[in-house]
């Protein structure tokens, strides 16, 4: 079965760190760009960061560099995102997405919800 | 980086009846650097439309894409029970790709 499934979310302090993993399985996870996005009731979907097939290649939301690093261990099928300097507005649920063969994201995760909060 | 504004926020409508969503950019995403997804409460955003108008897997031939440069538009001809959801569009013409806030589809 092909799907993504993320984990290392909680309840974090301002200032805080976090680890987010993506664990993907039924496809060849080095052959895609994979992107973290993520959902607030306020603000809806917000592209948070994105990396290419072999690690080479990043890019982040204006709103998250410098603290926010995407990687991934392709021989593990794994995407992560490590959250440094977590704020207040950090809170938010945080989706893993497969880049489609055009730039859109064809496949998500369930999500893992992230909360800074003191 | 580029807005995109949906419209309306909501659509009140009843099973059976055909729904227009509209998505504006605020500068051209060219002819095919959008998409479209569907999200039920619980689950993740599932991929509708992609390149403005062509149907994603799976997906039934009553939801259509259209548009290009600056308009596009979501059309569901006839809506099923389990159509009623948020429907967002996307761009990703850019390397900073951005959401619309979304239109609720809502049974009248």
């Known amino acids: 079965e092909v799907q993504l499934v993320e984990s290392g979310g909680g309840l974090v302090q301002p200032g805080g760190s976090l680890r987010l993993s993506c664990v993907v399985s039924g496809f060849t996870f080095s052959d895609y760009w994979m992107h973290w996005v993520r959902q607030t009731p306020g603000k809806g979907l917000v592209w948070v960061s994105r990396m290419n097939s072999d690690g080479s290649s990043t890019n982040y939301a204006d709103s998250v560099r410098g603290r926010f690093t995407i990687s991934r261990d392709n021989a593990k099928n794994t995407l992560y995102l490590q959250m440094n300097s977590l704020r207040a507005d950090d809170t938010a649920l945080y989706y893993c997405?497969?880049?489609?063969?055009?730039?859109?994201?064809?496949?998500w995760g369930r999500g893992t919800l992230v909360t800074v909060s003191s | 980086e580029i807005v995109l504004t949906q419209s309306p926020g909501t659509l009140s409508l009843s099973p059976g009846e055909r729904a227009t969503l509209s998505c504006r950019a605020s500068?051209?995403?060219?002819?095919?650097?959008l998409a479209w997804y569907q999200q039920k409460p619980g689950q993740p955003p599932r991929l509708l439309i992609y390149d403005a108008s062509s149907r994603a897997t799976g997906i039934p031939d009553r939801f259509s894409g259209s548009g290009s440069g600056t308009d596009f538009t979501l059309t569901i001809i006839r809506l099923e029970p389990e159509d009623f959801a948020v429907y967002y569009c996307?761009?990703?013409?850019?390397?900073?790709?951005?959401f619309g806030q979304g239109t609720k589809v809502e049974v009248k």
């Open positions: 997405a497969r880049r489609g063969a055009g730039g859109y994201f064809d496949l």
């Open positions: 996307q761009q990703y013409a850019t390397s900073s790709w951005t």
């Open positions: 500068q051209s995403v060219g002819s095919s650097g």
